[in-house]
């Protein structure tokens, strides 16, 4: 079998097609040329283990989708998942496509997460268990996918790594953010919009001015650290960008029990009208709490939580789990 390997240049992917070749299939890697650090480390990984590489130039695709969406999502006061949705249109979507094209019967990744008879499973690594991540991959693709890492310890994914001496240890652990150099992500989107930089009123809910921000923009809902006020702690509960003011309360105001989500992506048979019973995570490094997930018109649906979850901001991804199995994510469009 032709194996197609996403290769970054990293610890998983590159155990991800080693452990590929070990098993007997040819693998061939697929990296996308977004970065030119990215690509020569790539390419040094594919060397040493013999494999051929594409470089698939998406940087265009990649501005378009990601970079435009994580701005405007932000622009809009909401908090952008682009990791999740890079999974979905990027790398299970035209990496997947280019490398079914090229030849190859499936393909593989480095996340730890599992496949079994179709349905996705949380990693066996519970430290690194990155299944959240996929809940925007389409179902359809899952049966193609292989992730060789999910029963897998990360210790014992750097130990492989580094015996055969595939990546040096001092590359260390792949960013969440590609793109993001040294916490620039607010820079990113100022100067792609130049006009989000103004500054305005931080506000608490009952409307005091309590001090002032450089830009709404470059704060989120659960925020604490950097807001520079007196009095405190306080969190912040809302962006209000058309009004230009950050509100802030206590942790009090950080609270709610329904969840309103869009652009579901079932990774099972939508359930019935009345819901079934999950456990939920608003955030990636979230508990999940139980809930109940109902279904409702148009690819949405609610999240009804049976004690308060944090409040969490608009934009992020919620997930939904029974036992180990995701069941589906979505977009979270409000909290109440």
């Known amino acids: ?50 494999i051929e590489l594409r470089l698939l130039d998406f940087r265009k695709e990649f501005d378009s989708l990601i970079l435009d969406y994580f701005t405007g999502e932000y622009a809009c006061g909401r908090t952008p998942s682009p990791c999740v949705r890079c999974n979905r249109l990027l790398k299970f979507g035209l990496m997947r496509e280019a490398a079914l094209a090229d030849g190859c019967n499936k393909i593989a990744t480095g996340h730890y997460a599992r496949i079994e008879d179709g349905r996705l499973l949380r990693g066996l690594d519970t430290g690194k268990d990155q299944s959240y991540f996929l809940a925007q991959v389409p179902r359809s693709v899952l049966p193609g996918v292989l992730f060789p890492l999910g029963k897998m310890q990360k210790s014992q994914v750097k130990e492989l790594v580094y015996a055969e001496r595939l990546v040096p240890p001092e590359v260390g652990e792949s960013q969440d953010l590609c793109f993001v150099s040294e916490g620039d ?9 130049p006009d989000l930089l103004a500054e305005g009123d931080i506000v608490s809910t ?21 807001l520079g006020l007196g009095g405190g702690p306080w969190f912040v509960v809302k962006v209000d960008i058309p ?51 109902v279904p409702k018109d148009a690819g949405t649906a609610e999240l009804r939580f049976e004690e308060d979850a944090p409040l969490a901001p608009e934009g992020q991804l919620a997930a939904a789990y029974i036992d180990d ?8 469009s409000k909290c109440e």
């Open 206 to 226: 009952d409307g005091r001015v309590l001090g002032r921000h450089k830009g709404a923009f470059s704060h989120t809902v659960g925020q604490r650290r950097g």
């Open 185 to 193: 992500a607010f820079g990113i989107v100022s100067r792609r919009r």
């Open 1 to 50: 079998m032709i194996v197609g390997v996403g290769i970054s240049g990293g610890v998983d992917s590159a155990a991800t097609a080693l452990l590929l070749k070990e098993a007997g299939h040819t693998v061939r890697g697929y990296t996308m040329a977004i970065t030119d650090a990215s690509c020569v480390r790539a390419e040094q990984v594919a060397d040493r283990l013999g």
């Open 243 to 293: 009004g230009n003011k950050v509100v802030v309360g206590r942790e009090s105001d950080l609270h709610c029990s329904r969840v309103l989500l869009d652009k579901v992506n079932w990774l099972l048979e939508p359930p019935p009208s009345g819901g079934i019973q999950v456990k939920a995570q608003l955030r990636y490094l979230m508990r999940p709490r139980a809930a109940w997930l």
């Open 325 to 332: 199995q995701l069941v589906a994510g979505g977009w979270i």
